[in-house]
C-alpha cells in the first residue's frame, strides 16, 4: 500500500556532511508528521528529528545545530541534512511518517532504514 524508500546513507568523514532521504510511495491522501530515527548498535533506538504538517520541527539535543529537517510535500520526500557530523552519529536511520490513506484515518510507516558510519 505505501512504501517508504531510503537513500542518502554510507560512510562520512567526522565533520563532514551527508544527507538522508526518505520517498513515500503508493496508495494516500497526504502525509502528516514525518521523522528520523537512528539505532546506533548496542544502543536505544532514539528520535532524531522530526517535522510536522506545518513545517515545526525538533530535534534531540546531540544533533542541534547540526542536522536538519526538512521535507518536500509535492515529492513526498523528507530529508535530513547531518553536518558536522561525528562518530557518534554512526546508527541506522530509520524515518517515520503517519500517512492518511482515508480522510479519518492515519497508518504509521518505517523506512528500511539505511546505515550510516562517520569514521575517518
Known amino acids: 500500500q505505501v512504501q517508504l524508500v531510503e537513500s542518502g546513507g554510507g560512510l562520512g568523514q567526522p565533520g563532514g556532511s551527508l544527507r538522508l532521504s526518505c520517498a513515500a510511495s503508493?496508495?494516500?491522501?497526504?502525509?502528516?508528521?514525518m521523522s528520523w530515527y537512528r539505532q546506533a548498535s548496542g544502543k536505544q533506538r532514539e528520535m532524531v528529528a522530526a517535522?510536522?504538517?506545518?513545517?515545526?520541527?525538533n530535534y534531540v539535543d546531540s544533533v542541534k545545530g547540526r542536522f536538519t529537517i526538512f521535507r518536500d510535500n509535492a515529492k513526498n520526500t523528507v530529508y535530513l541534512q547531518m553536518n558536522s557530523l561525528k562518530p557518534d552519529d554512526t546508527a541506522v536511520y530509520y524515518c517515520?511518517?503517519?500517512?492518511?490513506?482515508?480522510?479519518?484515518?492515519?497508518?504509521?510507516?518505517w523506512g528500511q532504514g539505511t546505515q550510516v558510519t562517520v569514521s575517518s
Open positions: 503508493g496508495s494516500f491522501i497526504s502525509i502528516d508528521a
Open positions: 517535522i510536522t504538517t506545518g513545517g515545526s520541527t
Open positions: 517515520y511518517v503517519e500517512v492518511r490513506v482515508q480522510p479519518n484515518i492515519a497508518t504509521d510507516y
